[in-house]
């Protein structure tokens, strides 16, 4: 099996000059995070990935973790990465100093998250969960409960769960049936949660739990859920743990991938009631829970990428070991990359990954400047930004996450089919992402209902802009190398367009049709985003090049990267659109019994 690289020179080029790192290093709150600074911090996570967490990847799917005695048994060795992870203050990285945490951006946690998901994802969803449920509990919970959990899980002391799922409420979470009874200063939870990811471990001496549950007063439905924090072990007023609480692990399941992260059944209350704390207002769990997911999706589409990566890297190596047939003009038997079908898939791997960086990064950056900017004006700009982007970011990148990973099967031939080689553990790893954090179907509802119905198409037509921008600025160029490029990538913004006026139109008086065509509708912008942050890697390149840079091949294979993204990405948006413009009827005029 190969092992993992982190492409820091990639990774460079999207920070500084595709998602205003410069800018954001500007803004009040960033000044201590200068861009030396920054480029120590990517080599130092590269290094961890690489030396510590990477090697034990294929040791955590070979071993799996497991339930004994109602405790989780995590693989071999993951105990240590843990204490490596938290020795080198990774956990703290976006977190307010004055909590305790470094005051770097989001920005460079995203490229930090990019590193550890594609080095171990079942490792590195720990720390993920444990930032997702700092963020939610800095937000919503009281000071009183931040300063008792807030420096432990932001040092990684402890870390962090989400508990939404039961099995009656999935995608549903309106169907939530765990109870909160109230007691003196605190209350008590009973009830199963399922699927709960790192819901236990050994690595630290308390886990933070952050539970889903319903007050016996509540309303029906999703306004009467409420959120709760519930350690595993109580917190004495002293700050020293008291006695265990009433939440165990059941068992973890069997699983396709991610063998080592625990998923975990929760048993809460079996022994009178777990002791728990509300967080935020009485029923407002699920807007204080979203703030974690919020965060949670933008990372894991960022898992879309790494795993994307990780593959690309493995099939690469192979492609150039693997000798195989004969090409023309060259003597002798060739390695495969040689064969232009093996080229195909690795140019497919290559620009969709470099496509999926520069947006997630994008939208990161646009996380910072919402909370930073110094305006009113660019803070509002860039909340709604950050709402339209994310769940294109969760649901494309972790779709073609699941293409790339495929491919990467693919280029190994029957090697990637079986274990030895590794290739087919990140095909399965990947599966998980289209999943968890909602489904692509869900996350595809969301963008369409939330993000551009309900604003009438308003931000949309911001990002449009921006995109036209672009476009101006590369016409500008009057280049014949990336005239294709060009034709495609205006062609592409107006079947988006096109697609926003058609929904817009339509969704009153077709009731199924944001349904019908909401994943077709996320793909699309998916892919015309792609094509977006594509067009702005172009712009730099050329310049680069044109005033004498000296690395001109790096930049060169951008320009080309870009216009293989053209020939082969940006048609599909032809395809998106038609699918749209059917609607809903062929999809929804069989009865349901005609299946
Ligand atoms: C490995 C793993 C780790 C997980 N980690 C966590 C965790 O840490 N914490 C946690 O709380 N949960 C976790 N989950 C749960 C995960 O978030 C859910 O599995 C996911 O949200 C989907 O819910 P479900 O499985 O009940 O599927 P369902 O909701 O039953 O969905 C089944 C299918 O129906 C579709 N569907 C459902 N409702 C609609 C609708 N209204 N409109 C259109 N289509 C719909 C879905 O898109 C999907 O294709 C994890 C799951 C797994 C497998």
């Not at 080198?88 to 946690?109: H, I, K, S, T």
């Not at 110094?374 to 769940?391: G, N, Q, S, W």
């Amino acid at each position: 099996m190969s092992e993992y690289n982190a492409p820091s020179k990639d990774i460079f080029f999207v920070l500084n000059e595709l998602s205003a790192l410069s800018e954001i290093n500007a803004l009040p709150g960033f000044e201590d995070a200068t861009p030396d600074l920054i480029e120590a911090v990517i080599e130092e996570a590269a290094r961890l990935a690489n030396g510590v967490l990477s090697p034990l990847n294929q040791q955590g799917d070979e071993t799996g973790a497991k339930v004994e005695d109602k405790k989780v048994i995590p693989v071999a060795g993951f105990a240590d990465i843990y204490s490596a992870f938290v020795e080198g203050g990774w956990p703290a990285l976006p977190f307010d100093p004055a909590r305790g945490g470094q005051g770097l951006p989001e920005l460079v946690a995203c490229a930090a998250n990019e590193i550890w998901q594609a080095a171990n994802m079942s490792f590195a969803l720990c720390p993920m969960l444990t930032e997702g449920a700092a963020v939610a509990v800095n937000i919503h919970a009281s000071e009183k409960l931040k300063d008792i959990f807030l420096p432990k899980l932001i040092s990684g002391e402890w870390t962090g769960t989400m508990n939404l799922t039961e099995s009656q409420a999935g995608s549903e979470l309106a169907a939530v049936k765990t109870k909160a009874e109230p007691r003196e200063d605190h209350y008590l939870i009973t009830g199963q949660k399922i699927f709960i990811t790192w819901g236990d471990h050994d690595f630290t001496d308390n886990i933070v739990h952050l539970v889903l549950a319903r007050l016996p007063d509540a309303p029906a439905g999703i306004k009467g859920i409420s959120l709760f924090i519930v350690p595993k072990y109580l917190v004495n007023q002293d700050g020293s743990l008291g006695e265990r609480n009433d939440v165990y692990p059941v068992s973890v399941e069997h699983k396709l991938g991610i063998h080592a992260s625990p998923t975990c059944i929760m048993s809460y209350g079996d022994n009178g009631g777990a002791v728990g704390y509300l967080v935020g207002e009485p029923h407002s769990g699920i807007a204080c829970m979203f703030t974690m997911m919020n965060h949670a999706r933008l990372a894991v589409g960022v898992q879309g990428l790494s795993i994307s990566e990780r593959s690309y890297q493995q099939a690469r190596e192979y492609a150039k070991e693997r000798t195989q047939g004969h090409a023309i003009g060259q003597e002798g038997r060739v390695s495969i990359i040689h064969h232009a079908d093996v080229r195909r898939m690795l140019m497919l791997m290559k620009s969709g990954i470099e496509a999926m960086r520069a947006l997630c990064y994008v939208c990161a950056a646009s996380l910072d400047f919402s909370h930073h900017a110094e305006t009113d004006e660019i803070k509002a700009k860039h909340v709604a930004r950050f709402a339209l982007l994310t769940p294109v970011v969760k649901a494309w990148c972790t779709e073609l996450g699941q293409e790339l990973s495929s491919l990467g099967v693919q280029i190994h031939g029957g090697m990637g089919y079986v274990e030895e080689t590794g290739a087919a553990q990140h095909f399965r790893d990947a599966r998980i992402t289209t999943i968890y954090e909602g489904t692509t179907g869900i996350q595809a509802m969301d963008l369409v209902g939330r993000k551009v119905i309900r604003d009438s198409g308003k931000s949309m037509q911001n990002l449009l802009e921006d995109m036209r921008e672009i476009e101006g600025k590369i016409s500008a160029l009057d280049d014949k190398d990336i005239k294709t490029f060009e034709q495609r990538y205006s062609n592409g913004i107006d079947a988006l367009e096109n697609a926003t006026k058609w929904l817009l139109e339509n969704y009153q008086s077709d009731a199924d049709a944001p349904g019908s065509v909401a994943v077709n509708f996320m793909m699309l912008m998916g892919t015309i985003c792609g094509g977006w942050q594509m067009a702005r890697a172009v712009l730099v390149a050329k310049d680069k090049i044109s005033k004498g840079d000296d690395d001109p091949d790096f930049y060169q294979s951008k320009i080309i990267s870009a216009r293989f993204y053209g020939d082969h990405y940006l048609p599909r948006a032809s395809a998106y659109l038609g699918s749209i413009v059917a609607g809903s009827e062929s999809t929804m005029a069989l009865d349901e019994a005609q299946f």
